[in-house]
């Protein structure tokens, strides 16, 4: 029989399929293959085709120019844009502010056909610090109370360009997504006195059939309450609510727990695409200490449709420890 799961952060309701396990032959896996190189605005040599340089790794040549390794720039279409004020209004029952914020785009490496996947360590580790370097700059400016990190990778997932690239959208509100994930943090410490993030990571310790990777400070599992099929979360084992408070021991960790967690999805989903998106606290004023951050990695394999939308449930055909079971069986190949 099929069951119904609760997660104890927002109150999420899943549903497992138990009846029938599909495989991956079942799932309409679309081709990531890339084939834009030539008119690629992200490569080598196209440098003047997006704004100029906020931050980079170089190994040689002027700002701007060919030799970096990691770029990260303003994104040439924002969502949002960092001059100007908020001016918040009301207009009738509404609220309304101007759209201000900071949108920026890393470029994870020169090579058109290199995903986060395909990165060595210390490629991937330069991602994490970006995030992070980013991240404290950001949190500067007083406007901003949130500073959301997210990947599409896939034309389905919301890629518009098939370089590998991650972006950051810092905003001047707390997003609904994010203040429910907090209320319920918050709620479930003051009942327990413990952080339910850090209770996940204990029952997943205890139970060892969702794990798909663990070092010392960094830990990725399927959640018991997955989503979606291969649905798969990275948190830092030591209680952190930003992630700013990332310590140079710890960096490396969740870079090797990033890089091998998409590699095992890519090997044995055949480079399915996928969203992952970086959960941190707010920001000035707004932070919160019972908060866990990480990381959540959504395969994009089955379609959100009228149930889930008209219910609040989503349906996993996949039971995480099947998922985890599976993913592991991916053979890894040591890199440095």
Request: glycine share 6%; net charge neutral.
């Amino acid at each position: 029989m099929n069951e119904l799961r609760r997660e104890p952060v927002t109150g999420r309701w899943i549903v497992t399929y138990l009846d029938r396990i599909p495989t991956v032959k079942d799932f309409k896996i679309e081709s990531n293959e890339k084939k834009g190189e030539a008119t690629c605005p992200f490569c080598w040599g196209k440098e003047d085709q997006t704004p100029p340089e906020i931050l980079v790794h170089r190994k040689y040549g002027p700002p701007n120019s060919p030799g970096w390794t990691l770029r990260v720039v303003s994104n040439k279409f924002p969502a949002l844009r960092i001059e100007g004020e908020l001016n918040k209004e009301g207009v009738g029952v509404f609220d309304m502010m101007n759209g201000i914020g900071a949108h920026e785009v890393i470029i994870e490496a020169h090579e058109h056909n290199r995903d986060t996947a395909d990165l060595s360590y210390a490629e991937a580790e330069q991602v994490i610090w970006a995030y992070v370097s980013r991240s404290v700059d950001l949190r500067r400016d007083k406007r901003f109370k949130y500073i959301l990190i997210f990947k599409n990778y896939g034309k389905i997932a919301g890629a518009s360009l098939e370089h590998g690239h991650s972006q950051l959208i810092a905003l001047p509100i707390v997003p609904k997504r994010v203040q429910e994930e907090l209320e319920g943090a918050a709620t479930y410490f003051s009942y327990k006195e413990r952080c339910v993030f850090c209770d996940m990571i204990r029952e997943e310790r205890d139970e060892k059939e969702r794990i798909i990777y663990e070092d010392e400070k960094v830990i990725a599992f399927c959640p018991y309450v997955s989503r979606f099929p291969y649905e798969v979360w990275i948190m830092p084992k030591r209680h952190a609510s930003d992630l700013t408070g990332l310590d140079r021991d710890t960096v490396p960790c969740v870079a090797k727990a990033l890089r091998d967690t998409l590699l095992r999805i890519k090997k044995y989903l055949g480079d399915p695409a996928y969203n992952f998106i970086i959960h941190t606290s707010p920001i000035n004023g707004h932070d919160r200490e019972d908060y866990h951050w990480h990381i959540e990695i959504m395969p994009k394999l089955v379609k959100v449709a009228g149930f889930e939308w008209g219910s609040g449930f989503y349906i996993n055909p996949v039971p995480p420890d099947i998922a985890a079971k599976n993913l592991l069986s991916v053979k890894l190949e040591e890199t440095k």
